[in-house]
């Protein structure tokens, strides 16, 4: 198998020279697992809280999410701009090359996340002002904490992106894990044992950041592999950071005014309440076990593409967006059956409030169909990112969520009330789907690193 190949060279010849959709599959396995896992990590937290702290706290912490996201952002912008980056070096096999850039993106994603502190404790202010009073002083307190945790998170989405890049998602995978169990921890004793609600959920993360940057420091400094870094003969070059700012500024804006438009739809859902927030929330929560699916196969293509493209294997290319839309087809079937046949026991889970089964039943059975267009719009993306074209992808985002999403539910709102952000979900991901797919004959298979 793929996996039990450890020399680079021949991981990367597999890629580049073997069966397309075997070794997407190989890729996928442990990057679907990891996804998993990452999914289990909001749903562990969610339990904990929804259980134990009560609807406000879980609301509160529902809401103030999209605004961190805004932030983190940042680091996401910078894995995009990695996975494309690196895995085109890893195609033309120039491996010193490679270290170094894979030195200045984890260099560049610290300095950013200390930056970015303070900000976060700034916008703490004026988004907790403007929401309902009965969840306002626990958004604050949630944002402003969490700001503590950001360096963690920084360097932990810079891991999973290189890992990634290099085509080894099993090592991203292993350290998910290791992240969930820690995570199960420290909510017990912070959440459920102690009772610190809000500080426990924060403190739940950051110590389960912090031993884990521990692995990740081991793994990419200390370890002996053809990868190991050493901080000893970086230094900044600037020829590197114009090709990153060019890449990653489209992919950072993508997400972060994806984040801001969340933000905004959850600004319209806190009118009904935090009965209602905490639905969304719930139903966030188990969507996205069908949801992320697709976008690790997306980051796949993005992978096996970007390092094709590095060895001018252009042909092979069409083949890997094709084997691509067929797995996130299939996998998209299978989550989607899952989750709709599974919905009544899981949203039960996490509250006894009958007001909030009922908005959490009826968001799953709306948008969860959407899942389909949202596979497409990751695996053309995808392509995008590995040719380093990004802007699409961020006017593709961009259009989804602010264009056909926002101004969706601001004119069905008084027609459809609460529901309109659900409709809204379904409506955007089919559009931006159709439109990303007449692209496709567009492409121009080459570079633009």
């Known amino acids: 198998m793929l996996f039990q190949k450890k020399d680079s060279a021949l991981r990367i010849e597999a890629i580049l020279n073997g069966p397309v959709f075997r070794n997407l599959i190989y890729l996928a396995i442990p990057s679907v697992m990891m996804s998993f896992i990452q999914i289990l990590m909001p749903i562990s937290d969610a339990l904990f809280v929804n259980n134990i702290s009560g609807t406000h706290v879980a609301s509160a912490i529902s809401y103030s999410q999209p605004a961190l996201n805004a932030i983190i952002a940042l680091s996401q912008g910078l894995g995009v701009a990695a996975l494309a980056m690196i895995g085109q070096l890893q195609g033309k096999k120039d491996f010193q090359k490679t270290k170094q850039l894979m030195l200045q993106f984890l260099v560049t994603a610290i300095v950013l996340s200390l930056i970015a502190v303070p900000i976060v404790v700034l916008i703490a202010f004026p988004i907790s002002q403007n929401v309902t009073r009965e969840i306002s002083d626990n958004v604050f307190q949630y944002i402003s904490l969490y700001s503590l945790v950001f360096p963690f998170v920084f360097m932990d989405s810079m891991y999973v992106a290189i890992k990634n890049a290099l085509g080894k998602p099993e090592d991203a995978f292993i350290r998910s894990l290791i992240m969930l169990l820690l995570k199960i921890i420290f909510n017990f004793i912070f959440i459920y044992t102690l009772r610190l609600n809000i500080l426990g959920s924060v403190l739940a993360s950051l110590c389960a950041e912090f031993v884990l940057a521990f692995w990740i420091i081991y793994d990419l ?7 190991s870094l050493s901080l000893q003969h970086f230094k900044i070059d600037f020829s590197i950071y114009r090709k990153i700012l060019k890449i990653a500024t489209p992919a950072v804006l993508n997400s972060m005014m994806m984040s801001i438009g969340f933000f905004l739809i959850n600004l319209e859902a806190q009118k009904y309440g935090a009965i ?21 196969i997306g980051s796949i293509v993005t992978t096996m593409i970007s390092m094709n493209v590095g060895a001018n294997n252009i042909s092979r290319c069409k083949t890997i967006l094709k084997s691509g839309m067929f797995l ?36 799953l059975n709306i948008y969860i169909y959407s899942v389909f267009a949202f596979g497409v719009v990751m695996v053309v993306q995808g392509v995008f990112i590995a040719l380093g074209k990004t802007k699409l992808p961020l006017y593709s985002g961009i259009a989804r969520i602010w264009l056909f999403r926002y101004i969706f539910i601001l004119c069905f709102d008084r027609i459809l009330g609460l529901y309109a952000i659900f409709w809204g979900n379904l409506f955007s991901n089919y559009l931006t789907a159709i439109i990303l797919l007449l692209c496709i004959p567009k492409i121009r298979w080459r570079s633009n690193i």
Do not use: R, Y
């Not at 639905?279 to 690790?296: E, H, M, Q, R, V």
């Open 328 to 363: 996130t087809t299939i996998i998209s079937v299978i989550s989607v059956t899952f989750v709709v046949m599974a919905a009544p026991f899981l949203t039960a889970l996490f509250t006894k409030n009958h007001d909030v089964l009922k908005i959490a039943n009826d968001a």
């Open 276 to 296: 209602a927030i905490n639905g969304l929330g719930i139903a966030s929560n188990i969507t996205n076990i069908a949801f992320i699916l697709p976008t690790t």
């Open 221 to 227: 400094f200390i370890k002996k592999s053809d990868f």
